[in-house]
């Protein structure tokens, strides 16, 4: 069982083991809304705890269940908890803001069987989708979380929407084969609209969300059992006692500290994570005894902008874009899945790639035009303009576009083996984005089951303690793909809702 990691706050209220540039960078596509006026930015720590805990006497306040986290898990963890009956929940975030790292989520939500793909003459099973993301993960993810997840997609789709959260814009993303990634109807982030629609369904019932209230330890009895969770809420400890906590407080792809204990070769990445996820909930659930699992496999994403941390969302490939070397050359197949693409990314030189794309994938991401607007695309009025803006050969870089246009327009088969995701560049405007590997999603953590209890290391569920999203681990492997974590969030963080309100019905 890995050692507790010590955190501590600074003046700056930036997590430990970052720099003050790191943590803005970290901010990423949402800007610095993070910066100022916050409280309770990095986790204290956590002990295992709370020998006086057990008496509801040692409570300053008591709920049926407390909910950990105001990202997509979080926050749809309250609303289907609500919605079978549970009425005394409430909802933690010790930042400023709501929403967590699914704020950034960029390319959509993979599900498989939904009505959108059906209507869209979209052929998908579950067998296929549980297939593909364990053959990415290279086979080391749970195949029962796996294939509950994938059978549960389309349940979560059709929920979302009654929620008004419609999802029905469908693309691809690397390492699936057929499209299955869903996106909101205008082709957006599906961050910026996930968000802002879980927390109106969560106001519209009444839940109350605390802000800037850090859950710092969880409160066991005598017997182990988790009876409550320890917070600093603008500055003032309490006791919240409840009958079921739920950890949905992400990664720690924000604590340099944390990702280099476990990863020490991604010391100096930049992240694509909001300041936040510093690993809090890792800490809190193995001092309470569960089992940490699969913590050195965390995620980089080949395409993050490296001086503002901006993900450029897998969608961009996906409709169509390429990646070009310094040369201005393709390297690799851009549809693989993260993992590969970063690695063969990072054999170029410079250890970097530009994302290259022309006005149809411009206009059919409308993420690329808040990129455009923050400064980090590169236009061209053609081929040759853009290739002297990145200091490459015109030639070289007309030739790739040429041989790219070749395998839709005239069926020639791609030397790096992409098949999914081409099309034809058009004359006209040519785009591109400097590209290279960040930080972006932590696979591992505690280790769950189909109900959301969280697991000790012989198995055992720990009485009380339940979580869901990037917090947990076991479902994606030793790799990731693309839209899957937001299917992971809304399946699990769903589920876990409505496990708990049966249970303590």
């Not at 395409?303 to 941390?309: D, G, H, K, L, R």
């Not at 720990?462 to 947990?472: C, D, H, K, M, R």
């Amino acid at each position: 069982m890995e050692t507790k990691t010590d955190f501590t706050k600074t003046d700056s209220c930036v997590p430990s083991g970052l720099t003050r540039r790191s943590f803005l960078v970290g901010v990423g596509a949402l800007g610095a809304w993070a910066v100022l006026g916050l409280n309770g930015c990095a986790p204290s720590g956590a002990s295992k705890g709370g020998d006086d805990a057990a008496g509801s006497d040692a409570m300053d306040e008591t709920f049926d269940a407390v909910i950990v986290g105001t990202g997509g898990a979080g926050l749809s963890a309250a609303i289907a908890a609500h919605d079978k009956g549970l009425s005394n929940v409430v909802v933690l975030e010790k930042m400023g803001v709501a929403g967590g790292n699914t704020n950034f989520s960029s390319s959509g939500m993979n599900a498989s069987e939904t009505k959108f793909q059906k209507a869209q003459d979209i052929e998908d099973s579950n067998e296929l989708f549980a297939t593909e993301t364990l053959d990415g993960g290279h086979n080391t993810g749970d195949e029962e979380l796996v294939q509950f997840m994938c059978d549960n997609s389309a349940g979560a789709i059709d929920w979302l929407d009654s929620l008004g959260i419609p999802l029905d814009n469908i693309t691809l993303t690397g390492g699936m084969s057929v499209k299955r990634c869903h996106r909101p109807t205008d082709g957006s982030a599906v961050g910026l609209t996930l968000v802002p629609g879980l927390m109106a369904a969560v106001n519209e019932r009444g839940i109350p969300v605390r802000m800037n209230c850090e859950a710092t330890e969880l409160l066991t009895d005598d017997s182990g059992a988790v009876v409550g969770i320890k917070v600093n809420e603008n500055g003032k400890e309490k006791n919240l006692g409840a009958q079921a906590v739920i950890l949905a407080t992400g990664g720690l792809g924000a604590n340099q500290e944390m990702v280099t204990k476990y990863r020490p070769d991604l010391a100096g990445y930049v992240t694509t994570n909001q300041p936040g996820a510093t690993g809090d909930g890792y800490v809190m659930a193995e001092n309470a005894g569960a089992e940490l699992i699969q913590m050195d496999q965390i995620q980089i994403h080949p395409t993050v902008e490296q001086e503002t941390s901006t993900l450029v969302a897998e969608g961009v490939r996906g409709g169509g874009a390429i990646l070009v070397n310094a040369d201005g050359n393709r390297f690799f197949d851009e549809m693989s899945t993260r993992d590969k693409v970063s690695a063969a990314e990072q054999e170029q030189p410079g250890g970097y790639a530009w994302c290259m794309f022309d006005q149809q994938v411009y206009d059919n991401n409308k993420a690329i035009a808040k990129y455009d607007s923050a400064g980090i695309v590169t236009t061209g009025s053609d081929v040759a303009d853009l290739a002297q803006k990145l200091d490459m050969d015109p030639a070289t870089l007309q030739a790739t576009v040429d041989a790219y246009n070749a395998i839709t327009a005239d069926g020639a088969t791609d030397e790096f083996g992409r098949t999914e995701g081409c099309i034809v560049f058009e004359p006209g405007a040519m785009y591109a984005i400097k590209v290279a590997p960040g930080i972006h999603h932590a696979m591992g953590g505690i280790r769950i089951n189909t109900r959301n209890e969280a697991l000790d290391a012989d198995g055992n569920p720990i009485p009380g303690l339940y979580a869901a999203g990037e917090v947990t681990g076991g479902i994606h492997g030793n790799n990731r793909i693309g839209g899957n974590a937001v299917c992971d969030i809304e399946v699990f963080g769903k589920n876990v809702g409505e496990v708990v309100a049966e249970a303590l019905a």
